[in-house]
C-alpha cells in the first residue's frame, strides 16, 4: 500500500479530515450503483463508509470491489471527507482496495435466521451490530465496576476457580477430578473474600462462577460472570446503600458512554433514567402474601420459606418501576452463613435486590454470620462437611468483625440495562443446559 499514509482506527477518523488514511477491515455491507460502490467498512471500533467511484479508480480495482462478498477482510486507502449524508458523518474517497480475504458465503445474511443458528454460529454473529453493541455495554460495565470499587479504597482480590466445598447449597456443583480427589467449580468467591477483609478491610472479586443449574430459563447460565465485594465493618444497611450506589452508578455511566450502542439495541433509556435510590424494601412475608393473593394463574399457594423462581421473582419486580430489595428470608430458605436479623431471628439480615421490567434477581447480599458457635452450627444444619469449613472457622476465632458483602450477576445486570429478551446474548459464549458448543 502507498507509504507514509497513517492507519487508523475508524473511532479516530473524525481527526483526520481532509487527509490519506489507511483503514483495514471487513465489509460489513455494500451498496452499488452505475460506476460507483458504497463499501460499509467495520473495524470493530465503528464503521465508515468508503465510496469507490469509477470516475477516480482504475477498472480492476472497480472489479475488485464487485466481487466483495460481506465479511470480506480489505485495506483501504482513501481520504477522508466529512459528509452529513453518511452514517455517521464521515467518509473515505477511496484511492486504493487490497482484498485480503474475499469472501461470498457469510453464513449469516440479512434474511432473518433461527435462534438455534445462530447459536450454533455465535462465533460469526458476535460480528453483528446488535451483538457488538452488547459487548461494548458489557466491556464499560466492567470498567464502571472497577472505578466505583477502586475510587472507594477496595482491593480486587481474585477467588480460586477449584473448590473444595460448597457454598451456595450442594445442588449445583460441578464436580472436577482433582488428581484423585473431587474439587467443585466456584459457584461464588465469597467466603474467600471473606478472609481477604481480615487484610485488606474491603475487597471484590470478580471472575466466572458455575452452577449446575437444570433450569433452563430466559435468566439461567450455568458459567455466569459475578461481582462480589465484601467489607469489614458493613452492616446490612451499609449492604444496601452501596448496592443502590453502584447502580445508580453503573447506569448513568452506561447512559452517558453508551448512547449509540442503547439506540442500536433499541432500548427505552427513559426507563433506566428514571431509576433513583433509595430503593423500594418490600419484606418476604409481604412478597408470599403478595403472590398468593394477586399473582395470576397459580395452581397452588406459594409456601412460606420457599425461595422465590423465576415466575414469582417476575411477578414481584413488575410490581415496581424501580429495583426492589426483598428483605428478610425466612432462616433456612437461604445460604448457611447469613446472620439472624436480631430484631426477627426467624429471619435473616439478607436482601436479594430485583430489576425492574421483570428480570428478577441481580444481586444477592447478607451480612454474615460472625459468631464461631452459630456458624458452626449453621453447617452442621445444613448438612456440609465440616471438616472442609475449618479455615473458614478461623476467621471467627482470630479477630472477628460484624461483615457483609453481595455478589452482582454481570449477565443478569447487563440483560436488563440492554433490554434483551434473554440471557444468552450478554456472553460472548453462553454455557447453559444442553449448550456448550462454540
Ligand atoms: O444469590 P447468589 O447465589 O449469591 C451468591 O453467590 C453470594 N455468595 C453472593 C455474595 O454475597 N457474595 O448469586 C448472586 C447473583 C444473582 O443475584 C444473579 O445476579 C447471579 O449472581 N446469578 C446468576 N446469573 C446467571 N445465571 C445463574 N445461574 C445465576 N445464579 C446467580
Ligand atoms: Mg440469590
Known sequence: ??????????????????????????????????????????????????????????????????????????????????????????????????????????PISKKEHGVEFLMEHRHLWLRSRRQVAILRIRDELEKAWADFFYER???????PIFTPAACEGTTTLFDVDYHGDTAYLTQSGQLYNEATIFALGRVYCFGPTFRAEKSKTRRHLLEFWMLEMEAAFFEQEDNLRLQEELLVFSIARVLQKCGRELATLQRDTDK???????????????????????MPDRAEPFRYGDDFGAPEETFISQQFEQPVFVTNFPVGTKAFYMKPDPDEPDTV?????????????????????????????????????????QWYFDLRRYGSVPHSGFGLGLERTLAWLCGLSH???AIPFPRMLHHLYP
Request: with cysteine; hydrophobic share 40%.
Open 423 to 425: 440471557i444468552r446474548e
Open 349 to 389: 439480615l439478607a436482601a436479594d435486590l430485583l430489576a425492574p421490567e421483570g428480570y428478577g434477581e441481580i444481586v444477592g447480599g447478607s451480612q454474615r454470620e460472625d459468631d464461631l458457635d452459630a456458624l458452626e452450627k449453621r453447617v452442621g444444619e445444613h448438612g456440609l462437611p465440616r471438616e472442609a469449613f
Open 1 to 106: 500500500m502507498t507509504e507514509d499514509v497513517s492507519q487508523a482506527l475508524i473511532m479516530h477518523l473524525p481527526q483526520h479530515v481532509g487527509k490519506a488514511v489507511c483503514v483495514r477491515g471487513w465489509l460489513r455491507n455494500k451498496r452499488s450503483g452505475k460506476n460507483i460502490h458504497f463499501l460499509i467498512l467495520r473495524d470493530g471500533t465503528g464503521e465508515v463508509q468508503c465510496v469507490a467511484s469509477g470516475d477516480s479508480l482504475p477498472a480492476e480495482t472497480m472489479q475488485l470491489c464487485d466481487a466483495l462478498g460481506i465479511e470480506s477482510s480489505l485495506e483501504v486507502v482513501g481520504i477522508v471527507r466529512e459528509d452529513a449524508r453518511s452514517p455517521g458523518g464521515y467518509e473515505v474517497a477511496l484511492s486504493e482496495v487490497k482484498p485480503l480475504q474475499v469472501v461470498n458465503d457469510f
Open 153 to 159: 479504597g477496595f482491593a480486587r482480590v481474585d477467588a
Open 272 to 294: 433506566l433514567v428514571n431509576i433513583a435510590a433509595p430503593f423500594p424494601r418490600l419484606h418476604y412475608r409481604d412478597a408470599v402474601e403478595q403472590i398468593n393473593r394477586q
